[in-house]
């Protein structure tokens, strides 16, 4: 009875740890990855050959160094080679991009969603636009998958959108219905869009080395993904992070879940414009018009803009009480939000939260903007190729 891993495991273990050093981290050289893996240089020597082998990294000379001697080679991810596919389904648009190995986004394209769109009517929209972004691929590309954020609550097994109240969602098979516009032979995964962004922060944004962060997204709705002790916090399902329906006003606004008083009638658009007397309006632009005309004095978007961003504070306490994180993300209109009220949200905050977990948290905005959702969804993807660098064609 054997007991352990196998010698083949172990290569594989180790490869999967070197690609994603590399992935994360970009070029590297032999002596870093040495270091860094606690691997010696002829096991190291030895997987890179391996890698670039199957087209996976490339070796080459450091382009400068100032030590004397023979220069350790340097390890580069093939980004422009191994790639991933990733969409993002918003309220009001669709995304898609191509995003190869290290993280780079090397194509996009953005359309209009009209509200009411189902998945069905999506998926051939976004799989067109991947298909287009192909025709530029080369012939030698390896795709390793596709990735979709999504904001609603995501089925982790199969991509199911249980519930999407902003997109009007109920089980509404999105992984399903890209599959089958890809093909079998292109595997597609499927995430909570602040899941997603929360991932691809950690991994190479804001929250890169934190291992306990909470990234806020908004859309129309309010959601977030959650980094605890270094892994990503989905609940049992994939259904966690669903932090815009904490009830914060007993019988307050109706909220689009079907519940009264959820945090998301109070920071989301709808509560948002509501407060502002621009009830007719919608989307991002018109959230953006409320902040201008509150910095240019109009009294009723002050009014609106301070409102928020004490609740927003009032909920972030509470999250900060709960989860004791090293940092707080605003992302999507969240971002747009503490950027307009961040003196609201410190001083509602600072009244809150406990001390011990309030004297070390930071308050952030993306690093990688609007791409934190495409750069994780693509995460997604990678996730196969890193598990087992040579088990992916």
Request: proline letters at 4%.
């Amino acid at each position: 009875m054997r007991v352990g891993p196998s010698q083949d495991e172990i290569r594989r273990q180790n490869l999967g740890a070197l690609l994603r050093h590399v992935h994360v981290h970009g070029a590297t050289s032999r002596a870093e990855l040495t270091t860094a893996l606690g691997l010696n240089r002829s096991t190291i020597g030895a997987l890179t050959t391996d890698l670039a082998a199957a087209g996976l990294v490339s070796e080459g000379a450091p382009k400068e160094t100032g030590r004397a001697g023979r220069p350790s080679l340097v390890v580069r991810p093939e980004s422009a080679r191994v790639h991933a596919y990733a969409y993002s389904i918003e309220v009001d648009r669709l995304r898609a991009a191509r995003v190869g190995l290290g993280g780079e986004v090397l194509d996009r394209r953005e359309l209009e969603r009209p509200r009411g769109l189902t998945a069905a009517e999506a998926a051939p929209l976004l799989a067109g636009a991947g298909k287009e972004m192909h025709q530029a691929v080369p012939a030698d590309a390896i795709c390793v998958g596709a990735g979709v954020a999504v904001c609603g609550m995501v089925r982790r097994d199969d991509g199911l959108v249980r519930l999407g109240p902003t997109t009007g969602w109920v089980d509404e098979p999105i992984g399903a219905a890209i599959g089958a516009e890809l093909g079998p032979d292109l595997p597609v995964s499927v995430g909570n869009v602040a899941d997603v962004a929360a991932f691809a922060e950690h991994a190479r944004g804001a929250a890169a080395g934190c291992d306990n962060v909470i990234y806020l997204y908004g859309d129309v709705g309010v959601g977030a993904g959650i980094i605890a002790g270094g892994r990503r916090l989905t609940g049992h399902g994939g259904y966690g992070g669903e932090v815009g329906h904490m009830v914060v006003v007993r019988d307050g606004a109706r909220c689009e879940c079907g519940s009264r008083g959820c945090w998301e009638t109070e920071i989301g658009e709808h509560g948002l414009l509501r407060a502002a007397g621009r009830s007719d309006a919608r989307g991002r632009d018109a959230l953006l018009a409320v902040f201008d005309a509150a910095d240019r004095g109009d009294a009723r978007a002050q009014t609106a803009v301070r409102q928020a961003g004490d609740w927003l504070g009032f909920g972030v306490a509470n999250l900060v009480n709960i989860f004791n994180p090293e940092m707080v993300i605003f992302g999507g209109t969240m971002r747009d939000l503490y950027l307009a009220a961040a003196a609201q949200v410190r001083s509602r905050l600072n009244s809150i939260a406990l001390p011990a977990c309030l004297e070390h948290v930071r308050l952030r905005t993306p690093k990688l903007g609007d791409d934190a959702p495409l750069i994780g969804a693509a995460e997604l993807a990678f996730e196969r190729l890193l598990a087992d660098p040579l088990d992916v064609g």
